[in-house]
């Protein structure tokens, strides 16, 4: 196996100190993650479900209804029973799920996606907890009167919050998609830097206050790093809990296999994208397989699988704003509901499915201690293993190591996020986020 290391060092460069240490650091947090933490709430749910009540005693559910009153959005506030009526008798137990960035682009269509049922099933009752920033919390109570108006009947709580301790509170699942994006003439190091500190924030609390076996997809770019630094910041919660979105790049993957073998995209399987969500992430075209036999015996062009392929897969979000003038939210969100589709049904015998999760253990090499993109099984408990059966050629060997050393200095930019001391960041060269110009 090679290993690449044809890049220059150049690239940016920012030191950066530990949280609290110098003005640098002041400057980089806002107001509201400034403010002293008050400890986690007590439990307040945003609607009351009287089939709890008859459990609970009269004193507490009166204050906890009256907190509901508070807490919950519009039409949610008002009780319900989901074992009264004969429809409802048989559904599950309510899941509760929190989404960041609810006043954004991606969530605009997620959210209804989640409400309707299509992604945890339709016996499955769900709350939606939502986090905006201060300055999207009037486009959240829109986004909440939408959900409001959709009258779907799987939803039966609706809150809206800007503090992740409150918000978090006995989540099952957090997508967490809010994020600032990167402005005209900031360096990815600076991005990293003000995302890091949203994500070791919501870290925080979701290690305070989040069900222990919450299951976190991060989708904020830059995803992997920030993923890495929520999830050092939740050490209370499995660290194989946490997955970087990466199956919106496995689906651009698919679909241009699928183009260019003449034959629908539902006939491409074992499609792994290996490490970083930027530029240098690898579309894995070795073990990919059209209808069942290897990617490279159907299409034979290799020049087009090396070239042409993998530079189309990593720079599909910069056409895509291009033409349209905006980054990619409909399809990121189909994305997201097919990676958590992925961990609650099984995986297709022999299949696997793409995540960025967490490096230490993998069976391939890969630098421990990162998140990185590589191929997953799931046996549809909400969990995952690492594929085994995966094969490597010098090709895609080198291009791992690439995409590594992105993360690696990623890492060390952010060492002060995730508790590794000081800060150092010289990035291998400045990559776009695949939406990026
Ligand atoms: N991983 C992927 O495949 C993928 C694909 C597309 C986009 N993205 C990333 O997803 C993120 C969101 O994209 P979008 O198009 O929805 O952006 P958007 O700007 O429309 O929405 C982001 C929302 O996050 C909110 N926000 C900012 N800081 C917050 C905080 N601390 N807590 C809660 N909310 C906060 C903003 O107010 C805004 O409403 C971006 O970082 C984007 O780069 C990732």
Known sequence: MGLSTGYSPAGSRLVTTPLGAGAGAALRRSPQLLRPRRPPLATVRCSVDTAKQVQDSAATVAAEQKASRKECFGVFTNTYDLKADSKTKSWKKLVNIAVSGAAGMISNHLLFKLASGEVFGQDQPIALKLLGSERSFQALEGVAMELEDSLYPLLREVSIGMDPYEVFEDVDWALLIGAKPRGPGMERAALLDINGQIYADQGKALNA?????????????????????????????????????????????????????????????????????STTQVPDFLNAKIDGRPAKEVIKDTKWLEEEFTMTVQKRGGVLIQKWGRSSAASTAVSIVDAIRSLVTPT??????????????????????????????????????????????????????????????????????????????????????????
């Open 209 to 277: 206050v989040a069900s222990r076996n919450v299951k976190v997809i991060v989708v904020g770019n830059p995803c992997n790093t920030n993923a890495l630094i929520c999830m050092k910041n939740a050490p209370n919660i499995p660290a194989k809990n946490f997955h970087a979105l990466t199956r919106l790049d496995e689906n651009r993957a698919k679909c241009q296999l699928a183009l260019k073998a003449g034959v629908f995209y539902d006939k491409v399987s074992n499609m792994t994208i290996w490490g970083n969500h």
């Open 348 to 437: 297709p015998e022999g299949d696997w499915f793409s995540s960025g999760v967490y490096t230490t253990g993998n069976p391939y090499g890969i630098a421990e201690d990162i998140v990185f993109s590589m191929p997953c099984r799931s046996k549809g408990d909400g969990d995952y293993e690492l594929a085994t059966d995966v094969l490597m050629d010098d090709f895609l060997w080198e291009r791992i190591k690439k995409t590594e050393a992105e993360l690696l200095a990623e890492k060390k930019c952010v060492a002060h996020l995730t508790g590794e001391g000081i800060a150092f960041c010289d990035l291998p060269e400045d990559t776009m986020l695949p939406g990026e110009m």
